[in-house]
């Protein structure tokens, strides 16, 4: 057995660090010892947020688990180890003709962390977040040993992982269905919109029928309308297999940005004008490039200023969204801050625990750190209160325990039923102290 | 072909029973724990379609002959055999305890030794086989660390030697690699350096060496110069190498 390393950990966007530990088992017999100390699981790091490791906490890396258990390419199921990249799952599958239905839109993810983090992907409304598609899986935690979960078995425990932040223990295998992948292209039709109003009414209504749907706006340009792009994407069926994904350049959590951030107001206008036209016309992508959109430009994370970005992404509910983005044009405004992103898409699916997912629109800015965009965050935090929204815990690397208690109903459930399973909470990481659990 | 990988649930051995079940081989897994051996058969005849098996055996006291009738039955026989297991010890500096010394010894150079040497008839009726030792660079020149290891590495390539010296012209191909780092749980948690590969790098080469010459190679093959120079290194200058 191999002495752990000692490690700055960083999320993405520098938004959260410490100093931890660091190990990156291959065998079972890991899991037989009863750790010392606080441990937490670790899938690719790719999180938003500290979410994977902590100060003086030892980081469990899963990502030499990455095997294929089972498959059954008759009912579309398949049973992985939770280290297997997307990236890696999307190349055994796609030739047989089968997709993950959820994907989150970068392929170094872990199946892991899109469990742990109950993710989402191109339609959260018709395929719900990633819990939807699992039915079953293995944990091991060092007080319970291996346990198997499913509808059927410690159904309470299985509610509890999915987007339980790896606060439950290590997930060893997981069993998802999978949709069928059609085998023509993924053609995506841009729709002009001049502001976030008018792109929320379209997400309304063509809710269902798209394989994506998503909206993209442009909030440098004066007045903050928001104009940009509803983008409506189709997977065609055609007999052709699709392609597997090319080669990704890895995302360094620990590569600081550039010095100087492009991401002012004036870079953002000039980044959205070449986005916009970019994106103008109808696309035809395979469905690897459709699945991992980022997977082209990792680029895109290093051009904020030294101090990294954060995010901030709410769920607001469908008769609070103009409300909420008169605030938000209010506030940016206030602030002087200018988002580098801002990305709409319809949700559904039903609250649960800590999970982010439900009716309602979701709404994610990024934005380069700094004391204004911190200013803008904590408004934020009060906007998402007042209007019942909630806020994904996952992706933002400052949310204050206050604001998880007063938007999350599941807290306490989460934080009871946690504790019940596992007294002595020997897995922490720097958010679940950060959001007090 | 049908061959038995010694070390296959993790590492380089797993990473060239890959190799081998994508080139359309049978394979026979061979190491500690089947929790760790059966995700790999069931992955690789998942993904490549191959007949991939698997067998418990401790290096440290392998019962051989049950080893061998094992393969023999589930296999009807071999035509290859990989020995990649290998035990590293953080404490191989000088002062260790017994029993960690005498398992170094165990699992780099008796039980390799004492499986070969079970399997040597199979391989020698064969007719067109092989056999395919892993080394280390840590046994070009004897130094304060992996001392042990480095000294039962060395005499597991002694025996290799001899061994292709023993099977010439048989029909079996000797082949022995002493491998540079790799990026495996032997290594240890710290951030790979430069020097260090994938395994999955090496594993292929070693496939694609299959047919080529017999003896004695470095792999990744920079290594030749890097042992060269180490073992040309005057000895006021080499002393001064210690950590
Ligand atoms: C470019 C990019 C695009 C993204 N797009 C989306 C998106 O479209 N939608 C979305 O929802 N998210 C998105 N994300 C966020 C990302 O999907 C999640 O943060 C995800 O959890 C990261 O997984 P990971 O493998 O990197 O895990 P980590 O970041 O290492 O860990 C995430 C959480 O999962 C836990 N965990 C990981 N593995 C295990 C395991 N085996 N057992 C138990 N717990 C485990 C960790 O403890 C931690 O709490 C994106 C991120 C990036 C970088
Ligand atoms: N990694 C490097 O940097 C490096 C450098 C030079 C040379 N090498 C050599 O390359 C070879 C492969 O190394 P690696 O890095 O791939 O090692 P690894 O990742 O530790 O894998 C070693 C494999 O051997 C098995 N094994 C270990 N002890 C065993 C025993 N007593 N009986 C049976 N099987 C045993 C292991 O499984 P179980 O433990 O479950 O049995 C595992 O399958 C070794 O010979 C090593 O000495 C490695």
New interface residues.
């Given amino acids: 057995m191999t002495v752990p390393a000692r490690r700055l950990f960083h999320c993405l966007g520098f938004g959260e660090s410490a100093l931890g530990w660091r190990e990156s088992p291959d065998r079972y017999r890991f899991f037989d010892r009863m750790p010392q100390g606080a441990c937490i699981p670790m899938g690719a790091g790719l999180s938003l947020a500290g979410a994977s490791f902590g100060e003086g906490v030892r980081s469990v890396e899963m990502r030499r688990f990455d095997r294929i258990l089972d498959f059954d390419p008759v009912q579309g199921a398949i049973t992985v180890e939770a280290g297997i990249t997307l990236g890696r799952l999307f190349e055994f599958l796609a030739p047989r003709g089968w997709l993950v239905a959820v994907q989150p839109g970068y392929p170094d993810i872990t199946v892991g962390g899109c469990v742990a983090g109950n993710v989402h992907g191109k339609n959260p409304l018709a395929h719900g977040c990633f819990g939807r598609w699992v039915t079953a899986l293995e944990l091991a935690h060092p007080a319970h040993g291996r346990l198997r979960l499913s509808a059927d078995e410690r159904p309470d425990l299985l509610e509890l992982t999915i987007g339980g932040f790896g606060l439950t223990g290590w997930i060893l295998s997981v069993t998802l269905r999978l949709l069928p992948l059609p085998g023509g292209p993924v053609v995506t039709e841009p729709v002009k919109v001049d502001s976030l109003e008018q792109a929320a009414e379209i997400l309304a209504v063509r809710k269902d029928g798209a394989d994506l749907l998503y909206s993209w706006h442009d909030l440098a340009m004066p007045g903050r309308s928001g104009a940009g792009l509803v983008f409506v994407g189709r997977h065609l069926d055609e007999p052709k297999v699709a392609a597997i994904p090319g080669r990704c350049r890895a995302l360094d959590q620990d590569r600081r940005a550039l010095p100087v951030g492009v991401m002012n107001r004036a870079g953002i206008a000039v980044l959205n004008r070449m986005q916009a036209w970019r994106w103008r016309g109808t696309k035809s992508q395979d469905a690897a490039a459709a699945t991992f959109p980022f997977a082209a430009n990792p680029e895109y994370f290093y051009l904020y200023g030294r101090n990294g970005f954060i995010e901030h992404q709410t769920l607001i509910p469908w008769d609070m969204a103009e409300a909420y983005i008169a605030r938000l044009r209010h506030l940016l405004d206030r602030h002087s801050v200018t988002p580098g992103l801002c990305v709409m898409k319809p949700f559904g699916g039903a609250p649960c625990l800590l999970r982010f997912e439900g009716d309602g629109l979701s709404l994610a800015i990024e934005v380069a750190r700094g004391r204004a965009a911190l200013a803008l965050f904590a408004d934020l935090d009060a906007l998402d209160v007042e209007l019942g929204c909630r806020a994904n815990i996952l992706k933002d690397a400052r949310l204050p325990a206050a604001a998880v208690a007063a938007q999350y109903s599941g807290l306490e459930t989460f934080r009871s039923r946690l504790l019940a399973f596992d007294p002595d909470r020997l897995m922490q990481s720097s958010l679940s102290r950060r959001i007090g659990l | 072909m049908k061959a038995v990988v010694i070390g296959a649930?993790?590492?380089l051995g797993r990473a060239l029973a890959g190799c081998l079940a994508e080139a359309g081989h049978e394979v026979m897994l061979v190491a500690r724990?089947g929790?760790?051996l059966d995700?790999?058969a069931?992955?690789l005849s998942?993904?490549f379609d191959a007949r991939v098996q698997w067998l418990e055996a401790d290096l440290a006291a392998p019962d051989v002959a049950e080893l061998r009738t094992g393969v023999l039955e589930r296999m009807g026989g071999l035509d290859a055999l990989f020995m990649v297991a290998g035990l590293g010890d953080?404490a191989d500096a000088g002062i260790m305890e017994d029993v960690a010394l005498r398992r170094l010894i165990d699992v780099n150079l008796t039980g390799p030794a004492s499986i070969i040497n079970a399997f040597l008839p199979d391989l020698m009726r064969n007719g067109q086989s092989h056999l395919v030792g892993v080394g280390s660079v840590a046994a070009v020149r004897g130094r304060s660390r992996n001392m042990v290891y480095g000294s039962a590495k060395r005499g597991l390539e002694f025996y290799f030697e001899a061994l292709r010296h023993r099977l010439d012209g048989g029909g079996c191909r000797v082949q022995f690699y002493r491998a540079g780092f790799m990026d495996?749980?032997m290594l240890?948690?710290?951030?790979p350096g430069p020097l260090v590969v994938r395994p999955e790098a090496v594993a292929r080469a070693m496939v694609a060496r299959l047919g080529g010459p017999s003896g004695m190679a470095y792999l990744p093959r920079r290594w030749l110069l890097a042992a060269l120079i180490l073992r040309l290194l005057p000895w006021p200058l080499f002393r001064r190498m210690r950590r």
């Fill in positions: 649930s993790a590492g724990d929790r760790d995700p790999v069931r992955d998942i993904r953080d495996t749980t240890g948690n710290e951030r």
